[in-house]
């Protein structure tokens, strides 16, 4: 019999899904162009011309082994070690190359680490808002996923219910700074309090406490915003980054899951990714994309048109009188909807070729998800409309 | 606290790892190319020029977002459409784009497999010898593996003992043909006793068993050898492909499940295998390594080599005295050990630098595996040494 809980996963609709299909039709009438989609967050900007440049050199110059050969399940080894040198050079730590598995980006380094960490039953705490995948990432494994409300003032974190909601079964916390959908980036302060809190709650209860840290939007950040490296702040920190966003390179499923060298067992847990790898049949990213990311590290695409676009909308957004807190980062907005239903306020702004996501599925009703990883001038085009929707309905 | 079973995991000792070990070290005073290294299958044949070709193409005439875009987690659609139409025109299939799902080669198509059709509990049919992998494939789903004796005379199906063991519980029975370790092919008449029998169980039963068929050594067919396709036999059926051997591509990670679309609820499993990838954070393999494959569906790299190795060392193990089925495919060999425990018999012929893998670990003691995917000459080198080792110990 074909196993049930994933065939009842299928009946779920995405609304994502639903708004997107939506988008593809209506962009079959009228000209993609003219709608104003902000529903995916597939970067718009190219990726480095030296990343190209690097595949197209190694085609040239090395032999086909070394190309695709087998890569160890844990990842290149030559790659693991560049890895951990930049993140020494950016962040002050001192990984070493046993520190770092190279994953399918970071839904396979959030799937590892969770894997390593928890056994069914275990509760994992994540913060409203939350990527919607959380869901499944944590349940499939067997977990039970607790969220926290938000803190709708700032979607830093609301420290007061967090202390209220972990407990002794609390074996993992997973954040995600710059936040997705918020563009909230956690300050240093959030991260000492919650570094602290945790440390506590370790003692107090008698066992580790995981810091799972989310960072697909580590590089994507505003003027004048400050982003701490999550595990500078906390021993027990998990971090998981992909470099689909950074470089533009989300088809490339590329990313690593980083272990704090002073984490409890860190010199076990990479291994341990392996052994995990082999339940799931994953074996790790393709061999030729690791070896052109390791030739380009510490570059990204130019993402300066996000913050541009962010601009754009926030002013629009406030100057519509809407209640919006202004993101750090990322390319996402995330403001309060004008009425309590999300989904029929984002039904309403379809008429007007704008395509908003209801937040209901990240944990937030009554707010809504703009991905503004598109080109500037569509933004620019949006705003009519914008104006157009809210006032036509809301004033 | 970390989890217990992965770290347990940890402190199995890999025989295949340990010998592969050995042998870098003893290459590092004698040079590689005298340790007669005949522990891994990485392909020794490079890929296809026309697939570095099509890469390069690739880069120099798509856009960024083509090539390194998101993919659909199902795969990209006109990729998946290529893969069923190259098997229909070569097996005279019928799949549709619905039925191809893309994945990390054949390790992750067994994996999703696995998932969509048993629970926890239920028991997978293995035959004996069987890829050692296929234990944490099916024993992390949190199914049971059972594994049916061999018919150590052809290393076809010993269909009285399958017999005894197939029961209400088996849920699927995993295939390899051709087969590691030993190089047998199937025949057609063993996939329709096979076939027949499974049909007949399930009617007993009252419910499907499905056929899981690992084919990564498809197109490895000696000469004279009929090499029939699986999924034509039997409905239920779910191939596993992976281009890991036939284009020489093993660290790209690249393979498909093809869905039987005669099979029960064929319409949902490849749906069903994008949920399943939500939970292990897999989502499908890399973009450009899909778009380049697709390009190169019907070739393989020059595989000739494997059948030259094969002959040569089967001649001389027979030469020797030695008990071995002549394998039909593959570029594995799997002679009887002179010896009960093959792992003595192995660690004998390290004295050689003679590097054979016992086969305890693929259900098999008494026997063990040489992988012949090296150069040809190298193999020539090492038969005076196989002479030296076999007489100077067992005559």
């Keep these: 019999m074909i196993v049930q809980q994933y065939k009842k996963m299928l009946e779920g609709k995405s609304v994502i899904r639903e708004l997107s299909e939506f988008a593809a039709e209506r962009g079959k009438e009228i000209g993609y162009e003219n709608v104003f989609d902000f529903s995916l967050g597939n970067p718009s900007v190219p990726v480095p011309q030296q990343f190209n440049d690097a595949l197209t050199d190694l085609l040239q110059s090395k032999s086909s082994i070394e190309l695709h050969g087998y890569s160890p399940s844990l990842g290149i080894p030559s790659v693991r070690k560049k890895v951990a040198e930049s993140l020494n050079n950016r962040f002050g730590m001192n990984y070493r190359a046993e520190h770092i598995f190279m994953t399918s980006a970071a839904a396979g380094a959030v799937a590892h680490a969770l894997r390593c960490v928890t056994v069914p039953g275990?509760?994992?705490?994540?913060f409203v808002p939350f990527f919607p995948e959380y869901r499944p990432y944590i349940e499939l494994t067997g977990a039970i996923l607790k969220t926290v409300p938000a803190d709708k003032?700032?979607?830093?974190?609301?420290?007061?219910?967090?202390e209220e909601l972990i407990n002794k079964k609390t074996m993992a916390v997973l954040i995600n700074t710059p936040n997705n959908p918020s563009g909230a980036v956690y300050s240093a302060d959030t991260l000492r309090r919650l570094a602290e809190l945790l440390?506590?709650?370790?003692?107090?209860?008698?066992?580790?406490?995981?810091?799972?840290?989310?960072?697909?939007?580590?590089?994507?950040v505003f003027a004048g915003v400050e982003s701490p490296y999550v595990s500078s702040f906390y021993d027990n920190s998990l971090s998981c980054y992909s470099y689909s966003k950074s470089l533009s390179l989300p088809g490339e499923r590329i990313g690593y899951l980083a272990v704090n060298p002073a984490c409890t067992d860190a010199d076990l847990i990479v291994a341990m990714c392996g052994q995990i790898s082999r339940g799931i049949g994953h074996n790790c990213p393709s061999s030729i994309i690791q070896l052109a990311v390791a030739e380009v590290l510490d570059l990204t695409a130019d993402m300066s048109v996000y913050e541009t676009n962010m601009n754009l909308i926030y002013n629009q957004l406030i100057e519509l009188g809407m209640s919006c807190v202004k993101p750090g980062g990322?390319?996402?907005?995330?403001p309060k909807a004008l009425e309590e239903d999300?989904?029929?306020?984002?039904r309403k702004a379809l008429q007007y070729d704008l395509i908003l996501v209801p937040a209901d599925s990240f944990g937030c009703p009554g707010y809504f998800r703009m991905a503004y990883c598109i080109d500037t001038d569509k933004v620019a085009r949006s705003l009519p409309a914008l104006r157009r929707f809210i006032k036509d309905n809301y004033h």
Tied chains: 1, 2.
């Design 122 to 126: 275990d509760e994992v705490l994540a």
């Design 330 to 334: 990322t390319f996402y907005i995330f």
């Design 199 to 220: 440390r506590s709650k370790e003692k107090e209860y008698g066992h580790d406490i995981f810091l799972i840290s989310d960072e697909p939007y580590r590089e994507i």
């Design 153 to 162: 003032e700032t979607f830093q974190i609301n420290f007061e219910v967090f």
């Design 342 to 346: 999300a989904a029929s306020f984002c």
